[in-house]
């Protein structure tokens, strides 16, 4: 792989390492830095690695260090703490998205906090709800709907519901919806668009994970 000694993405390159490889109980020395900056094509010396980190808190990105026979540095703020993480991954497992994608969203969550806080298995931290049918389409009915609130845009839909063997029975002889969004509004463990109606000159409610 060729070396690259550009300051901007060796800056990049450097705090991606110290934030997912390191916290308080695991510090990386100059000579591991050195190793995973050159694993990633990143060309850098034990005597300019420390103007880096400078750089990098210079620009409050706190990367902090400590002397033990090396130089040892690690990070320890991190986007999310494991309490706030867990928290959230619940609200997630709890939504009606489709397992694949609530492991993904969940996977990218635990990230942000490094490897040595990710847990090896989510059964562990979560309590799944496997029972649930998820509708792989919410995430993107969500956020068509929050762009024709901000847009002022009507919105257009399909709604159905379940019978007892999980296929969709749809409404009005599968007849488009059509309405003015108002708002959307999370409600015991579902997402609802409250919307106008011109024809009826009323406000109705839809689940989205029906859409």
């Not at 998820?134 to 929050?146: R, T």
């Amino acid at each position: 792989m060729a070396k690259t000694t550009d300051t901007s993405i060796k800056l990049l390159v450097l705090y991606d390492i110290l934030s997912k490889m390191t916290d308080e109980s695991h510090a990386l020395s100059t000579n591991e830095i050195i190793a995973e900056l050159t694993k990633r094509g990143i060309a850098v010396s034990r005597k300019v690695l420390p103007s880096d980190i400078e750089l990098l808190n210079k620009y409050g990105y706190e990367v902090l260090s400590y002397t033990k026979k090396a130089r040892y540095y690690y990070v320890v703020q991190h986007v999310f703490d494991t309490a706030e993480i867990t928290m959230l991954a619940d609200v997630i497992m709890a939504s009606k998205l489709t397992e694949q994608r609530k492991n993904n969203f969940i996977n990218k969550l635990y990230s942000t906090i490094g490897v040595h806080k990710n847990p090896k298995n989510l059964d562990k931290v979560i309590s799944l709800e496997t029972a649930k049918y998820g509708n792989s389409s919410i995430i993107y009915n969500i956020d068509a709907i929050e762009r024709s609130i901000e847009e002022n845009k009507k919105v257009s839909f399909l709604y159905y519901s379940l019978d007892e063997h999980k296929k969709k029975i749809y409404h009005s002889n599968k007849k488009r919806y059509v309405f003015n969004p108002l708002a959307l509004i999370w409600n015991k463990d579902n997402y609802y668009l409250l919307c106008y109606d011109d024809k009826h000159d009323g406000v109705s409610r839809y689940r989205i994970d029906k859409m």
